[in-house]
């Protein structure tokens, strides 16, 4: 099947610093990628829309200017969480469909910020 | 999307199999039933969907009830790996891939 694959599986930052978080789909083109959040013992929410060649389209409460998504390629979308603090300890996990069927989902990356 | 409704958790005996119901009262007629699990520190894996008739792949099986309120997604022969978060999600079928994921059923699988 269709393989996501995220980068890092996990990454410890000191807080103020900014981390990237990279997903790739392996064996397909993705125009269009998510990005979820899960905190510990709770859903996945998702955050926002990567769009292949133009602006990211973020949910409601989530700031576009400390999440900053790119998606340059068709196979390639990065979050970057800037200025990280401690409350953005999380699970970052995207997504990506490789023709609308089903979502493939990456393996999850762990930040802890310290 | 409409809404679903998971019992929080279930039990299950290795071997045996697992039912897993879900709720959807307010499913339109072109909406699916998605169903994902989560393994611990996982990314959600696809399992199955359907639209109105029952489907099965080599993972499980979905039974959609006829009025397409409810549905049960059935692992056969449940073992210790399938030890996960279950989702049942509906959604228009489209390309617009964004999930609405609820809370899920915890199922625990014991030897």
């Known amino acids: 099947g269709a393989v996501v694959s995220q980068h890092p599986s996990w990454v410890i930052c000191k807080s103020g610093t900014s981390v990237k978080i990279e997903c790739r789909s392996l064996d397909f083109q993705a125009t269009t990628m998510f990005w979820y959040r899960q905190f510990p013992k709770q859903s996945l929410m998702l955050m926002a829309t990567s769009n292949e060649g133009s602006k990211a389209t973020y949910e409601q409460g989530v700031e576009k200017d400390k999440f900053l998504i790119n998606h340059a390629s068709l196979t390639l979308s990065t979050l970057t969480v800037t200025s990280a603090h401690p409350e953005d300890s999380s699970f970052y996990i995207c997504s990506a469909s490789r023709d609308g069927t089903e979502a493939f989902f990456g393996q999850g990356t762990r930040l802890t910020v310290v | 999307d409409a809404k679903t409704t998971q019992p929080p958790s279930m039990d299950c005996a290795e071997g045996r199999a697992a039912n897993l119901p879900c709720n959807h009262s307010?499913?339109?007629?072109?909406?699916?039933v998605y169903w994902y699990r989560q393994i611990h520190s996982q990314g959600p894996q696809y399992i199955i969907h359907?639209?109105?008739n029952n489907e099965t792949n080599e993972m499980a099986s979905l039974i959609i009830t006829e009025d397409r309120k409810s549905s049960t997604l059935i692992l056969p022969h449940a073992t210790l790996r399938d030890t996960a978060v279950y989702y049942c999600i509906v959604r228009l079928r489209s390309n617009d891939y964004k999930l609405s994921f609820g809370a899920g059923t915890t199922v625990t699988v014991r030897a």
């Open positions: 359907g639209l109105k």
């Open positions: 307010t499913i339109s007629g072109n909406e699916y």
